[in-house]
């Protein structure tokens, strides 16, 4: 069992208890110990990148140093703009000393430890897509999924910017492929794997917005898929939640079931509807569990 | 030393609407960009084909085009590895923008875009009083570094997920130049052109797809510029977009509660009355538990150290664009990543099912 730092984010604490739940069930099966940070704030999300980009340095960089203080050399995320968010202040602090020095004084005027041994950010995806945590998923994932056949959905900010994301090819991911076989599912492709789903903008620009989240919804149910995985809560949420407004804009009625990566691979391994909870899903994930026991 | 190199070229002729993908197979030198190939193709296959050229050194920004569905400047892509791999990758006009003929786009819309940010020195700024030179120091100048790279190719409009779904969006090449007058300290009209980069159409519809930073053959990272922008008008106190607003209420809910206030995010974006305008959508959302109750409020441990990061911070003048600016020399130093952990290239390519050409999906569906 390897412990890591887990930051669940802020979805998984609040509109996506699902996640959580899912992946802490799940943890141990793929050999994951998780310290759940408790001192942690929002990573703020790109928003506060943008609006306050200083204090959004130095609230990520409390977050690595209370990950950092538990003596583990791995920050697990479970969501992609945690991730990237983490990531990319990590690579900044850990690319400028002077940089470090002063974010570090800060961090301690306020009584906070400095960011002192280094940790490293890893999305979920990453560490059960190769090495051992593939090899214990694989045995896992025994329940499988009897060839559902499952669109795989990125999203954006798992695979760019690669210079800090960098896990894998940004234009031909393999890692949730390999998943789903893994778990005995058939991976479906579509253009839109890879692209946007809206959720930045979703308040502010919704037209536009839906105009991006249309396209893997509508490519994944015609190439036939029983269902999305992703592995972002936001992706997931403008998948799950604002499908239906869909209705409104284009007349169709998709109703494809979106789930977590963590319920995915849940599903394979077994785990119970009070860990899975999908429930708290907008779109109904029943057609894919009847499928299942059939 | 040469290599054969085969290449499938879409063919487009935009007064018949005829399409095809034609196939070639050349000999090349091994040293060969997609250009050359081109050239190659053009001199002893094809002359009809249409594609755009001019310096051949990644300087001009003519030869933007798409391989495999990615904007590429032909002229800085080798073509060795793809040879060897024996991958014959396809090669097509770049999205977003109207095509011509084969791989040779109407760039009128992308220049009414760099047009409309001004793309020039305003003047207003203070002369020096002794009638000296005005010196810019390299810190300032390292400000808008970047987006002075930019060459005008096109590959970040090209990727650009917002404004394949809102084509006004005045987009990510423009935006970057726009920075590159908002960050120089010889121009008068900041705020002016902040206002309006602040309008419908601007900063605040990018949809953090990071396409074009992905895409930028010179490292120009217009996502960073678009947040360079955003983070400098909050600064000036141009914060009335709903944007804007969403932003704000990010770092409102760091410092109150550590984690965001889900529930009272719309109304906080688009204000009380369209929030109830939504109150049907929110109650569906609601039986889900996807809108937490705010009260009591679910608070971070330890949130007063988030509180006074903040207020410590917000005196050591790094706000603004300075924040972002701050994180550029270490994070400059990191370059693209394209792991395939304990695969090979081959298992990838070969996987059943793998798609190889993420974004030509009109052409495809016509093959």
């Known amino acids: 069992m390897r412990k890591v730092a887990y930051y669940k984010g802020c979805l998984a604490s609040l509109s996506a208890k699902e996640l959580d739940s899912a992946t802490q069930a799940l943890a141990p099966k793929v050999g994951l110990e998780l310290i759940e940070l408790e001192s942690v704030t929002c990573c703020g999300a790109g928003d506060i990148h943008e609006a306050e980009p200083d204090y959004y340095l130095h609230l990520n960089a409390r977050i690595l140093s209370y990950a950092a203080a538990e003596g583990v050399d791995t920050l697990l995320t479970v969501c992609n703009v945690c991730t990237l968010n983490l990531r990319q202040a990590n690579f900044m602090l850990l690319g400028d000393t002077e940089l470090r020095a002063r974010v570090n004084e800060n961090l301690v005027a306020v009584g906070v430890p400095a960011y002192e041994k280094d940790v490293d950010v890893r999305h979920l995806l990453w560490e059960i897509a190769e090495g051992e945590g593939y090899e214990l998923l694989k045995v896992a994932a025994h329940k499988g999924l009897k060839g559902l056949k499952i669109a795989p959905f990125y999203g954006c900010q798992i695979l760019r910017p690669s210079k800090i994301q960098g896990f894998e090819d940004p234009d031909r991911p393999w890692s949730l492929e390999r998943i789903i076989e893994a778990c005995g599912g058939e991976p479906v492709d579509y253009p839109a794997k890879i692209k946007c789903c809206g959720f930045p903008i979703i308040q502010a620009r919704e037209e536009t917005a839906l105009g991006e989240l249309i396209q893997p919804i509508e490519q994944a149910y015609e190439a036939g898929a029983d269902a999305i995985v992703t592995p972002c809560p936001l992706c997931h949420l403008s998948l799950d939640a604002w499908q239906s407004k869909l209705k409104k804009t284009t007349g169709r009625d998709f109703k494809m079931p979106i789930l977590h990566l963590s319920q995915l691979v849940g599903v394979a391994a077994g785990l119970a509807e009070s860990e899975l909870k999908f429930k708290r899903h907008v779109v109904s994930v029943k057609p894919v569990l009847e499928k299942l026991e059939a | ?367």
């Open chain 2, 1 to 367: 030393m040469t290599m054969q190199v085969g290449l499938k070229v879409w063919r487009f002729n935009s007064r018949t609407g005829e399409r095809e993908l034609q196939e070639f197979e050349i000999a090349a030198p091994e040293e060969a960009t997609l250009l050359d190939c081109l050239d190659i193709v053009k001199d002893q296959h094809d002359g009809t084909l249409a594609y755009r050229k001019s310096c051949r050194m990644m300087i001009c920004g003519s030869c933007g085009m798409r391989m495999d569905g990615a904007a590429v400047l032909a002229c800085k892509m080798r073509m060795y590895d793809i040879a060897q791999a024996g991958h014959v990758p396809v090669i097509s006009a770049m999205g977003n923008l109207p095509i011509v003929k084969d791989l040779v786009v109407d760039m009128d819309p992308f220049w009414e875009k760099f047009n409309s940010v001004n793309p020039y020195l305003q003047p207003g700024y203070e002369e020096p009083p002794d009638g000296k030179e005005n010196l810019i120091t390299q810190e300032r100048m390292n400000v808008i570094h970047k987006e002075a790279l930019c060459i005008n190719c096109g590959c970040c409009v090209s990727e650009c997920n917002a404004m394949e779904a809102d084509p006004l969006f005045t987009g990510p090449q423009a935006l970057a130049k726009a920075m590159r007058f908002v960050g120089d300290p010889r121009d008068g009209q900041k705020l002016a052109r902040l206002e309006k980069l602040n309008g419908e159409h601007g900063i605040w519809e990018c949809t953090r797809c990071y396409f074009c930073t992905e895409r930028c053959p010179k490292g120009v990272d217009p996502r960073d510029a678009i947040a360079k922008l955003g983070a400098e008008s909050m600064k000036e106190g141009i914060d009335r977009d709903m944007g804007a607003k969403h932003a704000k209420w990010f770092v409102t809910s760091a410092r109150t509660t550590g984690w965001l206030r889900e529930t009272e995010l719309v109304p906080k974006t688009q204000g009380v009355v369209a929030a109830i305008k939504q109150t049907r959508f929110a109650l569906d959302l609601a039986l889900k538990g996807k809108v937490p109750p705010p009260f009591p409020p679910h608070v971070a441990k330890d949130v007063k150290e988030s509180r006074r990061l903040y207020d410590l911070v917000r005196d050591q003048g790094r706000d603004g664009y300075a924040g972002i600016v701050q994180g550029e020399r270490a994070l400059g130093r990191l370059s693209h990543g394209h792991g395939v952990g304990d695969q090979t290239l081959e298992e990838i390519y070969d996987r059943p099912g793998a798609y190889h050409r993420p974004f030509i999906a009109d052409e495809e569906a016509d093959a």
